[in-house]
T-cell receptor, first 111, second 116 residues
């Protein structure tokens, strides 16, 4: 079963705007990861945030984690048409090495 | 190799047939994962190998599904008596263990299985 719920399910923006996606999960986690997927095939790891971290940056990406609310957000700043893809959060719990993925957000960036 | 590879990229089979899906992980990665992704959904965990042994097979939906990794490298996912509901993209990933035991998973391009 999928643990994560993401919203919005779909997001359409213009190039240059910021895109924010949210993820909620159900159980205690060791870390939370964000992945990107183009055309329904291979996923690419974007960023990992540990349970004891609250914010992390990587280039145009900013991830926040609120373990008290069991939620995370991914912010993509100054979006580009090439950012068009589906974005998934995935959580890893302490007692397992598997990832539990969310339902995903489909991002469309118009030039 | 440079990345995780999966073969075939597409597989069409008839209901009731047997299929094998192959995954070649990144060289040196000890952990290998199988996921299944249905249209419009996120990947769903199936099974995870640490070396040759299945460390967690809790995601396998039923006994028609089986996976092996006999030499701790290549893995094969086997599906017996396929059903139309098995149609999905099957994703394989391997893990690089970083500092503090954190894991980011490297995914292959997937095998799209269609059961007619």
């Amino acid at each position: 079963s999928q643990q994560g719920e993401e919203d919005p399910q779909a997001l359409s923006i213009q190039e240059g705007e910021n895109a924010t996606m949210n993820c909620s999960y159900k159980t205690s986690i060791n870390n939370l990861q964000w992945y990107r997927q183009n055309s329904g095939r291979g996923l690419v790891h974007l960023i990992l945030i540990r349970s004891n971290e609250r914010e992390k940056h990587s280039g145009r990406l900013r991830v926040t984690l609120d373990t008290s609310k069991k939620s995370s957000s991914l912010l993509i700043t100054a979006s580009r048409a090439a950012d068009t893809a589906s974005y998934f959060c995935a959580t890893r719990s302490y007692n397992t090495d598997k990832l539990i993925f969310g339902t995903g957000t489909r991002l469309q960036v118009f030039p | 190799g440079a990345g995780v590879s999966q073969t075939p990229s597409n597989k069409v089979t008839e209901k009731g047939k047997y299929v094998e899906l192959r995954c070649d992980p990144i060289s040196g990665h000890t952990a290998l994962y199988w996921y299944r992704q249905s249209l419009g959904q996120g990947p769903e965990f199936l099974i995870y190998f640490q070396g040759t042994g299945a460390a967690d097979d809790s995601g396998l939906p039923n006994d028609r599904f089986f996976a092996v990794r006999p030499e701790g490298s290549v893995s094969t996912l086997k599906i017996q008596r396929t059903e139309r509901g098995d149609s999905a993209v099957y994703l394989c990933a391997s893990t690089s263990i970083g500092k503090a035991g954190l894991y980011e998973q490297y995914f292959g391009p997937g095998t799209r299985l269609t059961v007619t």
